[in-house]
């Protein structure tokens, strides 16, 4: 196979140009594929795909060790915030969660900004040259296997999470679908080398987990102790505009126009028999109609807004759980607080108050 070296780079397309030179490439990959089939897929894939024993062994490692890190910070950490706080039983149940994920993204996000923007590699500002000597088997850099590591092992620690530890959501069943393809995407692209695409695409896609996180955070915040805190009220506001617009223009802007481009026109002119171009755009694109699909939670959600002036996530359900779960954090606080004093003692009565009202809602 061979490869074409670094040309001039090239201004970023629009999307009538994403459509009509996308879909030539494709059909012209597709004629040229006459060969294609199982068989040729089964030795494409013994020929091409890289991964060692050692490296399956770390991820799955690594996916028990975010468990476990999750778990302790709850315990150690978030839980007692939260009490601490004085938030509403229904929020305080839910806080983890996000502290959890606000935490991790916020580091995932800030290491790919730093190698797309701090280090040496230019696949932002020329999205073609993830391709650029591409080779079967090639070395993947250290820094970028050790974003592959972090991100495929929390990827597989969120499989678990959303079923066994995350509040349940309406969506919470396409969550599971988007981490398993994720997943794929991250283990696929790592064994073929297609890394550099893979950067791009983790960076464009984990700015908006931050801003969702910090938003659902503010918005339990801003009515801790039973009164309303203008200062948390205000960022959750700001932080639903800024995930609203990162979300368009990351993910439904730049993610199509700067990877989507680049996958399905950049790697044929890059390499014109590039291993499984079908099934990774198909992976890709895939992302692309679940981004569209929450889109549509988004739109919702400012409607909403623009309604009621408030701000709530329109994918959590009112259930059983969520109360359960809140009865079993008014336990914990009566359970650690039996030799407290009169504060202590106005707290549990707040936080009875609120579970006594959230069973009548």
């Known amino acids: 196979m061979g490869s074409a070296g670094p040309v001039e780079v090239e201004p970023m397309p629009g999307y009538w140009e994403l459509i009509t030179r996308g879909s030539s490439a494709m059909l012209g990959a597709w004629r040229d594929c006459s060969h294609c089939g199982l068989e040729f897929s089964k030795r494409t894939l013994l020929d091409n795909a890289y991964i060692t024993w050692t490296e399956i062994a770390l991820f799955f490692f690594c996916a028990f060790l975010w468990t476990i890190i999750r778990k302790r910070l709850t315990e150690s950490l978030f839980k007692p915030l939260a009490q601490w706080c004085r938030l509403m039983p229904k929020d305080a149940a839910k806080m983890p969660e996000s502290a959890w994920k606000l935490v991790f993204y916020t580091m995932s996000w800030s290491y790919s900004t730093y190698l797309l923007f701090f280090s040496s590699y230019s696949f932002f500002n020329d999205p073609p040259s993830v391709f650029y000597n591409w080779k079967s088997g090639m070395r993947v850099p250290t820094d970028i296997a050790i974003a592959y590591l972090i991100q495929g092992s929390f990827y597989g620690h969120s ?86 617009v990162t979300w368009f223009w990351f993910r439904l802007y730049w993610f199509p126009l700067k990877v989507l481009y680049a996958t399905c026109v950049s790697s044929i002119q890059s390499v014109p028999n590039i291993p499984f171009y079908f099934f990774f755009n198909a992976l890709l694109f895939a992302l692309l109609l679940m981004n569209i699909y929450w889109f549509l939670f988004i739109v919702i959600f400012v409607v909403k807004l623009l309604k009621v002036k408030e701000v709530n996530d329109v994918r959590e359900y009112e259930d059983e759980d969520a109360r359960k779960a809140a009865e079993e954090l008014l336990k914990d606080a009566e359970n650690n607080d039996d030799d407290a004093g009169h504060h202590n003692s106005a707290q549990r009565k707040h936080v009875q108050n609120g579970v006594t009202k959230d069973k009548h809602l």
């Open 159 to 244: 499989i678990y999470a959303t079923v066994n530890m995350d509040t349940w959501r309406k969506d919470s069943a396409v969550m599971v679908v988007h981490h398993i393809i994720t997943l794929a995407l991250i283990s696929f692209s790592y064994a073929f080398r297609y890394h550099n695409v893979g950067i791009l695409v983790l960076f464009l896609h984990d700015i908006n987990d931050v801003l969702l996180e910090f938003t659902k955070l503010n918005v339990y915040l801003k009515a801790r102790g039973g009164g309303h805190h203008l200062l948390n009220d205000v960022l959750s506001n700001m932080g639903s505009v800024s995930f609203s």
